[in-house]
Nanobody
Framework: QVQVVESGGGLVQSGGSLRLSCAAS????????MGWYRRARGKDHDLVAR???????NYGDSVQGRFIISRDNAKNTVYLQMNSLKPEDTDAYFC??????????????WGQGTQVTVSS
């Protein structure tokens, strides 16, 4: 079993910054990718940022240039540095981990979400 736990959400003023953390733990053989998603305006999970095992990154258009995703491989943790936050960024942020477990099983695991609220 793999567990994915997010932290770092909160209330911040427009223009401020916040850093989210996502830690994966459990029966991990390889982390193929980890990323952050949000359900903006009740939509399906939209990409915020994703980082693959080779270090390549992808960002959603609305956060490009403002958010930075990074990782600490020793801790199986990914971070999302959120800068120049806007009220439109208000959402629940969910961490996803694409993991190959010991035994060669592969799956996507989701955290419970952490709430980010940006005031005007």
């Amino acid at each position: 079993q793999v567990q994915v736990v997010e932290s770092g959400g909160g209330l911040v003023q427009s223009g401020g910054s916040l850093r989210l953390s996502c830690a994966a733990s459990g029966n991990i053989f390889k982390i193929n990718a980890m990323g952050w998603y949000r359900r903006a305006r009740g939509k399906d999970h939209d990409l915020v940022a994703r980082i693959s095992s080779d270090g390549s990154t992808n960002y959603g258009d609305s956060v490009q240039g403002r958010f930075i995703i990074s990782r600490d491989n020793a801790k199986n943790t990914v971070y999302l540095q959120m800068n120049s936050l806007k009220p439109e960024d208000t959402d629940a942020y969910f961490c996803n981990a694409d993991i190959t477990e010991n035994g060669n099983w592969r799956g996507n695991y989701w955290g419970q979400g952490t709430q980010v609220t940006v005031s005007s």
